[in-house]
């Protein structure tokens, strides 16, 4: 429970480090919002955090979710609203977190942004990063490896899926409107995706080491 | 009667649609205006749509209508978080201005909420020239 909540604290001080980068790659494309948005939606979840006595992991995320529903703003408001009650729903009552439910959660995660976004990998959404980090977090756990391994592969995939944004046109959001102009430059959803995942694991990495 | 919610990233346009559409409204219907994040800024908020969708329903369904990107996703995220409630409710796939008054105007005779939808959609054909 301690360290889920550590997780969303951690998720909650990239994004908001980060808030002006996210806003100068999405003003490139899109609308220049997604930095403001999505930082006020993890100031509004880590107040949620001081006050809120969650019972179990599930409750965690599920509080994230709801907070960012209602407060990002944005489509990537009700895409990673989305994306947490779809992983909440995977650890119902649970207190531990182990690495195959992580991988589960992370599956139910990227269900729910394709099934809200109507999207698929290949569009220049956050998807692009998020279903290639999923499959190297798989091919970790089948390999054997530990948790921040399996993240460390999630994230370095994430990072080449990041960088394939780059190369496509975007199809979705308020970048479509762009057409072809949206070439060369890497999309904000996916940057934001990316960096999450990146935080993470840095936590597991050091949790591993301490333990 | 079936309800209307008008879903827009501005408060301000989903306020100043509501008042255009309240001219041709019916003395009882309900239309909602459900535009912006609670403390003003600009965009669209799931859970403010979900309550505005049950003010708006007097047990006939509510119309939503909707502008760009997130107020789509929202608006479909609110309809899904009404699971737990006795309400139908459907996005209009209508320009929201011009739709919203058709809407209104298709509720406010007691039409159901599939014709309010349908004509609501029609108004995307309404040519200006």
Known sequence: MANVILAIEVLADIIIANKEKLTEIDAAIGD???GINMARGFEAVRTKLATAKPDDIGAVLKMVGM???STVGGASGPLYGTAFMRAAGVVQGQQVLNSDKAGQMLAAAIGGIKERGKAVKGEKTMLDALEPAYEAFQGGLAAGKSLAECM???TAAAQAGLEYTKTIIATKGRASYLGERSLGHQDAGATSSYLMLAALTELAKGQEQEG | MVGIVIVSHSTKVAEGIRELALQMAAAAQR???????VDGAIGTDAIK???AI???NDGDGVAVMVDLGSAVLSAELAIEMLEDQEIVA???DAPILEGTIAATVEASVGQPLSRVIATAEGARELRKQ
């Open chain 2, 49 to 51: 749509i979900k309550e």
């Open chain 1, 67 to 69: 907070t960012l529903i």
């Open chain 1, 32 to 34: 220049a919002d997604h």
């Open chain 1, 152 to 154: 460390e592969l999630a």
């Open chain 2, 90 to 92: 459907a996005i209009a």
């Open chain 2, 31 to 37: 239309i909602v205006a459900a535009g912006g994040l």
């Open chain 2, 54 to 56: 049950i003010t708006a």
